[in-house]
């Protein structure tokens, strides 16, 4: 397994909620770099179902047991970000080529206003490719069974947000 000595890699994201295609990218980013910070970006076109600090908290909870990533969040710019955190390497996952043209342009955007930071794709595993924090809260909402979507330490406080039950 490689591992990139003193580097710092940021993975930016609504992360509304996390799900675990969000973790199976931030245990394998963790294991590249000595250094992952995961921030919730507060993201003016997107209405999030879940407060920054809800988001916050259950990444928090999420990652508890992976000892070289923190958590963050941040209102602005992401090269901005990167900037603030000398971040060597922006993480961001891929599914489908439906992510790609946004992802592509987010990416030659960010290297031009920072061109100190590489953004480095880490492509889905296979059973995850489907998952969104779309899906999972369309079916959290109308009361669908999510285990397995969204890490297990969380589940409970999710379906209870989303369809205001306890599990
Ligand atoms: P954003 O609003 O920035 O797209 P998301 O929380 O939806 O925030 O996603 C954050 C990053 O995680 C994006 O790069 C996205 O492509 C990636 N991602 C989301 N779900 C998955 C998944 N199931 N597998 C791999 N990557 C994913």
Redesign the pocket.
């Known amino acids: 397994m490689i591992c990139l000595k003193n580097t710092t890699a940021i ?6 909620p ?5 973790l ?2 931030i245990r394998r980013a963790a294991s590249l770099f000595d250094n992952l910070i995961v921030v919730v ?1 507060t ?1 003016a076109k ?1 209405a999030p179902s879940f407060t920054v600090s809800e988001r916050v908290d259950m990444l928090k909870k999420t990652v508890a047991d992976i000892p070289n990533v923190k958590i963050d969040s941040y209102e602005g710019l992401l090269a901005d970000y990167a900037k603030k955190t000398k971040a060597d390497v922006i ?5 489908a080529v439906s ?1 790609f043209e ?2 592509f342009q987010m990416a030659l955007t960010n290297k031009k206003l920072y061109p100190d930071t590489e953004t480095l ?5 296979a059973e ?7 899906i999972v809260k369309q079916i959290g909402s109308m009361g669908g069974n999510i285990r397995g979507f969204v890490p297990d330490v969380i589940h409970d406080f999710i379906i209870k947000r989303l369809y205001g039950k306890d599990e």
């Open positions: 993975y930016p994201g609504s992360f509304d996390v799900t675990v295609g969000h199976d990218i970006m993201n997107k993480i961001r996952g891929l599914r992510d946004y992802e794709f880490l492509t889905t595993s995850n490719m489907y998952l969104s924090s779309s």
